[in-house]
C-alpha cells in the first residue's frame, strides 16, 4: 500500500495515489527493508520541482514501474524541504560519487541506510547517455541479488568515507580586514560586470553576497562593492528573473542574462530579496530599489500567506497552458497575438516595447519573459501603469501554478525580518503586522512548552519533523528584527529561547563548530554540518548572526563568544570562497563594526521620538541593533539606565564597551550610524 495519505508534506501528497507503494522516512520503513531482504529506493524532491515532476509522471505513475519497485524494492519519498538533514546527508554522498547533484535525487540505500548507488533524474528510456529507470532497477536488483558482499562493501567504505570527512574550520580566530578585504577581491574577479551578478549561466540571485557587499560598503566606504551590489541588483529587477507584472523573484535564471528565469517562486528568495533591496534603498535612496522591496514584499503577502497568518513554501514552475498540458512558465510568458487580445493594437506595440516582448520570443514557442529594457526618450508612465494593470488582471484569469502551502519555520522567519523591516522603512504597518502575524504562529504552531521548534506545518497542524538549525537561527533573527521595529520585548524574550537551544543543543563545546541538527535528534549515518550559503544563509552563520545580535541586545557574553567562535570558519572560508559564504562575511561585518548597540528613548506618542526612531532603523552600521522605548522601560536591556535628556526623547550609541554622548537631533545620530564613522 502506498503509505502517504496522511502526510502533511505537500510533495509527498503529490505522490499519495501513485501505484508506487511509498513509504514515509520511517524506522518502519527500513524494519520492512530488513525483513523482506529488499534494497531500499530513496527518492527526494519538493514540490515546486520541475524533474521532480516529470520523473513522478514518467515512472512513479507508470503501472509497470510501479509494479517492478513494489516487488524489488523499498521505496521511500522524502520532501527535501520538510527533512533537510536526510537530503543533506545523502547529498554529499551523491555529490562525492558522481561530482555533481540535484533534484529529483535518486539514491539506493541497504536496509541500514547506507547508500551504494546514486543518481538524480533517469529518463524512461535510455537517453542522452543515461541509462533509462528500469535499466537501473534491474542493474541494482541484480547486484542485490548476485554480488551482495560487493554492495555491502561498497555502501560500508562510502558509509566510512561521509563518517571521516572532517571540515578545516580555521582557528579560533575571528576574521578581521584582511579575510574581508580578501573576500572582496575573490568577488571582483567572479564578477560578471557586463551583466551583474557572479559566474556564468545557470545564475542564481546572490542575496547574502550582496547583504556582504552593503556592509562592507557602509563599514569601509569601497565604492567597488557598493558597485556590484547595486548593478546586480538593477539587472536582477530588470530582467526576467522579477516578475514585471505581479513582483516577487524566480528561483534563478537559465542564461547569464537575467532573461528566462526557472519560474518557481520560493518563499525563501522573495524574504531574502525584499530585505536585500530595502537594504540598499536605505544605502543609496534608489527608486528601484524602493519599488522592487514594495512589490516583493505586496507579493508575499498576497499570493503566499496562509489561512493561518503563515507564508507557504513556494509556487510552482508549472502550470496548465489553457489546453490541459502542464508547461513550464505558461502563467507568465506573453506572445505579441496575446498583448494585442487584452490591449488593442496601439497599447499592445508600447507594451511589447516597454517589456521586450518580440516576435521570435525569449522564452519557448515564440512567447517572450517579460522585462524592463532600457528605454530610449520619454515613457507615459501613467499609460504603462494602464497596461501593467490590465494584463496582471488578464494574467490572474490563467490557470494559475500550484502552490506548496507547508509552512517552513526558517523561511517563515526569513519572511518576518524581511516584513518587519521593510514595513518601519516605508511606513507600511500592514507589512509589520504581516510579520506579527506569522511570528505569532510560530510561536503557538511550531514552537512546544520548552521552545524546541517543529521544521513545518500545514494547515495549522505542526508536522513531526524537529526543526533543524537554520530554523532557530532563521526564527530567531526574525523575532530580532521585530523587536528593534516594534520595541516589543517578548520577541526578543522568544529569540533567546531558541538561541540557548543552539548553545545547548547543536554547538559542538570544544570547537564552537556547529551542527545543522541537535544533539538528541534522529541520527543518520552522518551528522550533517554546513558552514556554506546555498539558496539560504546556512544554518552555521545564520546563527552566527542572530547570536551575535542577541548579544549586543542584551550583553550576554555566551552568545556573543559562540558568535565569535562560529566565525573561525570564514576566516578560512572568506578569501577561498566568498560566493558561498555571503551570510557569514555580513555577519564578520558587523562584528568588526562592533555591532552598534542604539537605544531611543521616549514616548511612542512623541514626533520626536519617532524621528529618532526612523533615523536609528535607517542607519547603515553594519548589524546595528535598535531598542526603543519609554523612558524606565524593562521591555528591552538596552533601555536600562537610559533617561530622557533635558526632558527631550533621546538615543544612545554605544559599541565595543563605550558610549557617545546621548542625542536628541535626529541629524546627529544619523551622523553616528553612519558605518564609516570611527
Given at each position: ?213 552593503l556592509r562592507h560598503h557602509a563599514r569601509t566606504g569601497s565604492e567597488g562593492a557598493l558597485q556590484m551590489a547595486v548593478d546586480t541588483c538593477e539587472r536582477m529587477a530588470r530582467g526576467g528573473l522579477y516578475d514585471q507584472l505581479g513582483g516577487g523573484f524566480a528561483r534563478y535564471s537559465v542564461d547569464r542574462e537575467w532573461v528566462v528565469p526557472h519560474f518557481e517562486k520560493m518563499l525563501y528568495d522573495n524574504a531574502l530579496l525584499c530585505r536585500v533591496y530595502a537594504h540598499l534603498w536605505r544605502s543609496t535612496g534608489s527608486e528601484l530599489a524602493r519599488r522592487v522591496a514594495l512589490e516583493t514584499a505586496d507579493f508575499m503577502v498576497r499570493e503566499l500567506r496562509t489561512n493561518e497568518g503563515g507564508f507557504a513554501s513556494a509556487l510552482d514552475a508549472d502550470s496548465d497552458d489553457g489546453t490541459g498540458r502542464h508547461v513550464e512558465g505558461a502563467y507568465y510568458v506573453w506572445t505579441p497575438a496575446q498583448l494585442r ?338
Amino acid at each position: 500500500m502506498n503509505r502517504l495519505a496522511h502526510e502533511t508534506s505537500p510533495y509527498l501528497l503529490q505522490h499519495a495515489d501513485n501505484p508506487v507503494q511509498w513509504w514515509p522516512w520511517s524506522t518502519e520503513a527500513f524494519d520492512e527493508a530488513r525483513a523482506s531482504n529488499r534494497p531500499v529506493l530513496l527518492s527526494v524532491g519538493y514540490s515546486s520541482c520541475h524533474w521532480c515532476h516529470v520523473m513522478a509522471h514518467e515512472s512513479f505513475e507508470d503501472d509497470a514501474t510501479a509494479a517492478y519497485l513494489n516487488e524489488h524494492f523499498v521505496s521511500i519519498k522524502v520532501d527535501r524541504e520538510e527533512r533537510p538533514d536526510v537530503d543533506a546527508v545523502y547529498m554529499e554522498a551523491v555529490q562525492a560519487a558522481t561530482g555533481q547533484g540535484g533534484w529529483p535525487m535518486t539514491v539506493f540505500l541497504t536496509p541500514d541506510a547506507e547508500p551504494f548507488y546514486f543518481g538524480t533524474y533517469f529518463p524512461p528510456e535510455p537517453r542522452h547517455g543515461m541509462p533509462s529507470f528500469r535499466q537501473v532497477l534491474e542493474g541494482v536488483s541484480g547486484a542485490w541479488t548476485d554480488r551482495r558482499d560487493e554492495v555491502a562493501e561498497v555502501a560500508g567504505k562510502i558509509t566510512r568515507d561521509l563518517a571521516e570527512r572532517e571540515m578545516s574550520f580555521g582557528d579560533s580566530q575571528v576574521p578581521g580586514e584582511e579575510e574581508l578585504a580578501g573576500a572582496l577581491l575573490g568577488l571582483t574577479r567572479e564578477y560578471d560586470a557586463a551583466r551583474g551578478g557572479f559566474g556564468g549561466a545557470p545564475k542564481f540571485p546572490p542575496s547574502m553576497v550582496i547583504e556582504f557587499l552593503l556592509r562592507h560598503h557602509a563599514r569601509t566606504g569601497s565604492e567597488g562593492a557598493l558597485q556590484m551590489a547595486v548593478d546586480t541588483c538593477e539587472r536582477m529587477a530588470r530582467g526576467g528573473l522579477y516578475d514585471q507584472l505581479g513582483g516577487g523573484f524566480a528561483r534563478y535564471s537559465v542564461d547569464r542574462e537575467w532573461v528566462v528565469p526557472h519560474f518557481e517562486k520560493m518563499l525563501y528568495d522573495n524574504a531574502l530579496l525584499c530585505r536585500v533591496y530595502a537594504h540598499l534603498w536605505r544605502s543609496t535612496g534608489s527608486e528601484l530599489a524602493r519599488r522592487v522591496a514594495l512589490e516583493t514584499a505586496d507579493f508575499m503577502v498576497r499570493e503566499l500567506r496562509t489561512n493561518e497568518g503563515g507564508f507557504a513554501s513556494a509556487l510552482d514552475a508549472d502550470s496548465d497552458d489553457g489546453t490541459g498540458r502542464h508547461v513550464e512558465g505558461a502563467y507568465y510568458v506573453w506572445t505579441p497575438a496575446q498583448l494585442r487580445e487584452v490591449l488593442g493594437d496601439a497599447d499592445a506595440e508600447l507594451a511589447a516595447r516597454y517589456f521586450g516582448v518580440t516576435e521570435e520570443g525569449t522564452f519557448e514557442e515564440g512567447a517572450s519573459v517579460l522585462q524592463l529594457p532600457q528605454q530610449d526618450g520619454f515613457v507615459d508612465a501613467e499609460k504603462v501603469a494602464s497596461v501593467r494593470e490590465r494584463l496582471l488582471a488578464a494574467r490572474a484569469g490563467r490557470p494559475a501554478p500550484g502552490r506548496d502551502d507547508k509552512v517552513v519555520a526558517a523561511w517563515n522567519g526569513l519572511a518576518v525580518a524581511a516584513l518587519a523591516e521593510t514595513g518601519a522603512y516605508f511606513d507600511r504597518p500592514d507589512l509589520v503586522e504581516a510579520a506579527i502575524g506569522a511570528a505569532d504562529l510560530l510561536v503557538r504552531l511550531h514552537m512546544d512548552d520548552r521552545a524546541r521548534l517543529a521544521r513545518t506545518s500545514k494547515d495549522g497542524r505542526a508536522g513531526a519533523h524537529a526543526g533543524v538549525l537554520e530554523d532557530y537561527a532563521d526564527v530567531a533573527e526574525g523575532f530580532l528584527a521585530l523587536a528593534s521595529v516594534t520595541g516589543e520585548g517578548v520577541w526578543l524574550e522568544f529569540a533567546g529561547f531558541l538561541l540557548d537551544h543552539v548553545l545547548a543543543q547543536f554547538t559542538d563545546a570544544e570547537s564552537g563548530a556547529l551542527y545543522d541538527t541537535a544533539a538528541d535528534a534522529e541520527r543518520l549515518i552522518r551528522r550533517p554540518q554546513d558552514p556554506t550559503d546555498n539558496a539560504t544563509p546556512s544554518g552555521w552563520s545564520a546563527a552566527a548572526g542572530a547570536l551575535l545580535s542577541y548579544g549586543a541586545q542584551t550583553g550576554a557574553e555566551p552568545h556573543r563568544t559562540a558568535a565569535e567562535r562560529a566565525l573561525g570558519v570564514v576566516k578560512a572560508l572568506g578569501p577561498r570562497a566568498p560566493r558561498f559564504i555571503g551570510w557569514g562575511l555580513a555577519v564578520a561585518e558587523a562584528l568588526l563594526d562592533g555591532p552598534r548597540e542604539v537605544a531611543v528613548v521616549g514616548e511612542g506618542s512623541d514626533p520626536a521620538t519617532t524621528a529618532l526612531r526612523r533615523a536609528a532603523l535607517l542607519g547603515t552600521a553594519p548589524g546595528a541593533v535598535v531598542a526603543v522605548g519609554a523612558p524606565e522601560s524593562d521591555e528591552l536591556p538596552l533601555l536600562s539606565g537610559r533617561p530622557l535628556v533635558d526632558g527631550k526623547p533621546a538615543a544612545y550609541v554605544c559599541r565595543n564597551f563605550a558610549c557617545d554622548a546621548p542625542t536628541t537631533d535626529p541629524d546627529r545620530l544619523r551622523t553616528a550610524l553612519n558605518g564609516r564613522n570611527a
